[in-house]
């Protein structure tokens, strides 16, 4: 095989790789912390991808309206859960975070929305518009179920799934979009040309894995989330909220989200269900870091990037096919490595 | 005596159908030592746990005139009420000194900060292994910082569940002397224990539960001096 094919295919698998990365560690980082295994991910890179190319078309995402909305029912769910005990502080706070707060966002976009936009700007607009859908779908579906089953979780992440697919649909119509690249500038490495688009994907990964490796590390906020993912009874005795500890998984989730779907929407053209498939991706890496292991996860994304890359060279028909049968000698050792049951006894 | 901190009145606990704790009541005073003594699987693990919310728990529930029963467990706890559970449940992944912040995880930083130097000067030991991680420690040690990350956390009453369960009986003199130190500290006791002759000697009060009941309380010199107490409990 030719070199020049052979690096042009790994530069491509690396590049979607490094995202299938973040959406992997975002799944790992949601399921130790609360359990739930977020197959709605996936829908998060389609609402930042969409957001973003909706914004640098000059027009306002339907996602603004998304996050009223999500806002509003959340803000319901608190004022029922209030109803026993009602205090001041936390209705103040909820009236900021789930009524003001988007009111706010939607607000802020209208106003600047158009298109001549600097990129930048459109980039930290749709970041500020799809993260606090994750912490809304917290509040709304997982919270009240918290100390569900992992399975029963699942089920629910499966209906969270198809209700944002369905949201999206809605919001932006069945026409993919795709969006400007972030940076024009190209390098050239031996024969190959590297495009700024992937260098900018490298260079967010990058920066996203140190940022969220200096937060878990350093800040007593961080250090709050591994606690509460390393024993739960543990951080709620020490006065560390299950549930602040669960919107603040799904608001990194949700950023981690939008960022790959930004990443991703200059490279391939988005619908309103392709985040589904690049989310599964990041899953099967996960998987294959056990769910537990954040380096195990990245470096199977990194493969499950280049499988994905070489396969839809060889065998385009078959490349999905063929990455997810990745799955299946994983699947196999565990279930030969595991004791016959283990299923929840926490 | 004055206003109760802690009042328990008439509690039940059951697991399913099972009722493993009935119809108790408790109170625990402004700077008192109160414990609980009786034979394993009396209930007194289910009774503290239902206290601070892990369980269910039917009948009055108060602590310094709040009505605790509609509350989360993180907001008893914001209330001053701190227990450290039977099995330490530290996070063993994380070294000592992240276990007793996040222990300080409701606290302004500044306070946390002199509170740290206070659990460091009530446990050197603690101080001595602030990096290693929670779950390399010894039992002792553990317990240690156990009762170290509650007391991050300021409360007004701070409930053991068995505290020397396991330890060699010097370290667990140990543990007693600290849990005596902390009431001239000005922080309330509940303490649960097997080791009924180490708990009745640092107690101001005692319960005895039997079955899921309380059979007996009083002082706690009048309790050792029982002669049920003294079969049973005291081997003598
Ligand atoms: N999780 C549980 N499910 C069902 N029964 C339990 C559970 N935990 C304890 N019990 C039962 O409740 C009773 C009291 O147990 P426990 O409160 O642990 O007693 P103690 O702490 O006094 O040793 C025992 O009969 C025990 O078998
Ligand atoms: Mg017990």
Redesign the interface.
Known sequence: MDTTILLFLLQDGITNGAIYALLGLALVLVFAVTRVILIPQGEFVTFGALTYATLAAGKLPGTVWLAVLMGAIAFAFDLWSMRLSFRLAPLLRSVVLNLLLPLAILALTSAVVGPTNAIAMNVLLSLVIVAPLGPFLYRIVYQPMAEASVLTLLIASVGAHFALLGLGLVFFGAEGLRGPALSSASVTLGPVPISGQALAVYGVTTGLIVALWLFFGYTLYGKALRATAVNRIGARLAGIRTSLSGQLAFLLAAIIGAVSGILIVPITTIYYDTGFLIGLKGFVAAIIGGLVSYPLTALAAILVGCVEAFSSFYASNYKEAIVFTLLLPVLILRSLAAPAVEEEHD | MSEPLLSVVRASVAYGNVEAVRSVSLDVGQNEIVTIIGANGAGKTTLLNAI?G?QRLKGGLTFGSRDLT??????R??TGL??V?EH???????PVE?NL???G??IK?AQSAATLEKVFALFPRLKERRRQLAGTLSGGEQQMLAMG??L??HPRLLMLDEPSLGLAPRIAADIFRTVAELKRSGVSILLVEQNARAALQVADRAYVMELGEFILDGPADEVAADPRVAASYLGV
């Open positions: 601070i892990i509609t509350l989360e467990i993180e907001d706890v914001a701190c227990l559970p330490r449940e530290l996070f063993g992944a994380m992240d912040r996040l222990g995880f409701r930083a990350r509650a991050m956390g």
